[in-house]
Every structure is written in structure tokens, then in C-alpha cells.
């Protein structure tokens, strides 16, 4: 799989024109890229699989701040900032779209101190490009709705398929050499555009991408098969979205709400539609059980809730490496949401019996599993 999809580097592409210099480049990485990241991933497998935990530093954790300006007013968005903040974290994600830019406002009127890290995303949806007028002009904005001259971590959220990428990476390092942020992040995009990109940054002696922000949680790994192995290669952190299924992982919903649609995230709101796609499978509501099974054979009445252990799962067996850098983004609606969620990223690894279960369960919905890449 990894000599197909970093092959695609080296290819003609209808996108764009790729200096030959590059294309050489890409080529010649393509014959050790393969070989070394099949390596580097099967000892990683090893390394890290464990039932029990093997992780020496815990992922960091991140706010996501996509429900202020939604389901949180900006006085609950503070609280919960200051509450996040309380627990001795510091950095929160948000982006130019999120909540039609009223998040990014909210958090700009809070006046954090300069040792809270920031980041943004430019994308290309709703009439938006990744052309580079676009591209400043989303970055541009959200540092005046930020209140702030420079973000610590600026995104790419997403490809634009219709814009000659070395246009927008060049766009990227113009706005990096100009101050308005520390580092280069992508998400949603392949492996094999990752290697694209870092390698024609790396050609051009442009800023490289540093964060990749994706898609993964106990029961959503594909990630793990070809993405986290390229990263590795290149020295890119993780961030990891979606830690609890966009809710699923909760254990709160059935599969038969989708007649009487509850409140939440899958129902009645904009990112509805693309949240059941994503996550609302009758497969995925089977793995759950499977979990729930476990939970109470290995912990009784003690039990810890779904939360607690989706979210044990991502700190104590997954593949996240928190001596590389890598953290969970963990979202919420309300400040119980926020306190349940922190909790759990304070308690320790699971029974091998419920990681067990998270894996078989992992296995039921692997063949519909979402792509991380977009």
C-alpha cells in the first residue's frame, strides 16, 4: 500500500506542474520512503501495541473550540476555558469557520496570556480557496478575531483540489516569514500529500509543516496503517480529533435514536448529516456493546463509564506518542462535558480485557471506517 500511494509523488499530476527538481526528489525518496516506513512501522507495532500501556509520556491535551459561539455563550466558553486552563493546560484549536467566526471572536475577547498557544485553519469551503489571496485573507481575519499578531500553529485545513499546491505552500511561508505564526500544521489530507508537500517545502527551503491534525479514536484507527508511519518519517506531530466518535464513544446514544433524533452532535445542527455518516453504523453500536460487556466484567460495579475509557484508550493505548510531541483534541458543549473528558485523561490504563474489546470492536467497523483524508 505504501509504495502505491507514495508512488503517486512521482507521478504526472493534472493538478499542478511539479519542478523537476522536486520530482526527482520525490522519486528518489519514494525507493527508501517504502522500505523505511514499512520498518519503522512494524517496530513501532511492537513497540507500542502492548495491552497495558507503554506510553512514557502521556499525549498532550488541547481544547477544541468549535461549540463556542454554538451550544457555549462566550461566559460559558470562558468558564470552560478558565477550567481547562486550571487543570495546567494551554493550548486551544479553533479555526476560520468555526461558528461562522464567532469562536475565534469569543476567544480574542477573553484577553488569555501570551503562554496560551493559539492556532487557526484556512479552508476551502463555502467559496473559500487555498489560493494565496485567500489564504491571507482567512489568516488575516482570524488574527483580528483573535486580537493577537501572530498564532502559534497555523492549518491547512483541508486540500484544495483546484489550486496548485507550491501557490499555496509558497503563500504559507510568506505569511510564516512575515511573523503572523510559529508553525505550519495541515489536516485531512493523504499521506502520500504529506510527503508532497514536505518535500517541495524542503525543496524550496520553505517553512516546513511541524502538526497533522487527523481523525482517530478507538474505534476509527485508520490512521495507523500508512499515515502515522509518514509522519514518524518526517518528524510531524499528531494531533488527534474526534477522541470519542463525536460522541458515540459516550455510550449515551442507540442506534435507534436516529427515529427520535436526541439533541447533540448527530442531530440537529449543521455538522449533523456529516457526523452519521461518519460514525452511525449499526456495526459501530455492536462494538460498543462488545465494550460495555467488558467493562463490567473487568470492573463490576465499578465500572468506569464509555467516556472514561474512549478516552483512557487514546492516552494509554493508542498509538499517540506523547514524547513526540503528540495530543488529543478534546471537545464539549457544556462544562460537565469538559469536566467528564479532563477527568478521564487523568486516570490510568485500562483492563488488557476492555483494550481487548476496543480492538475486536475496532475490527466490526474497520470495513466502513471513515478516510481520514479528504
Known sequence: MLSVSFALCCSADTRFIMPLGVRAGLCVIQRTLTTRIKHFSFVTHRSMSSLHGTHSKIPASLLGTMAFGLRADAEKSTAMVRAYLERGHNELDSAFMYADGRSETIIGAMGLPKTVRLSTKANPWEGKTLKPESVRSQ???????LQTQ?????????PDHNTPIQETLKACNDLYK????????????????????????????WVLPKVYQGMYNATTRQVETELLPCLRYYGIRFYAYNPLAGGLLTGKYQYQDQEIQPEGR??????ANAYRDRYWKKSHFQG????NK???????????????AA?????HHSKLQGELGDGVIIGMSSMEQLEQNLSATEEGPLDPSVVQAFKEAWDLVAHECPNYFR
Not at 460498543?288 to 465494550?291: C, K, R
Open 266 to 271: 448527530f442531530f440537529g445542527n449543521s455538522w
Open 294 to 308: 467488558a467493562l463490567e466484567a473487568a470492573y463490576g460495579a465499578q465500572k468506569p463509564s464509555m467516556t472514561s
Open 311 to 315: 478516552m483512557r484508550w487514546m492516552y
Open 178 to 205: 512575515e511573523g503572523k505564526y510559529k508553525e505550519l500544521g495541515l489536516s485531512n489530507y493523504a499521506s502520500w500529500e504529506v510527503a508532497e508537500i514536505y518535500c517541495i517545502c524542503k525543496h524550496n527551503g
Open 150 to 158: 501572530c498564532v502559534d500553529l497555523f492549518y491547512l485545513h483541508a
Open 139 to 145: 489568516l488575516d481575519t482570524s488574527l483580528q478575531r
Open 288 to 291: 460498543i456493546d462488545l465494550v
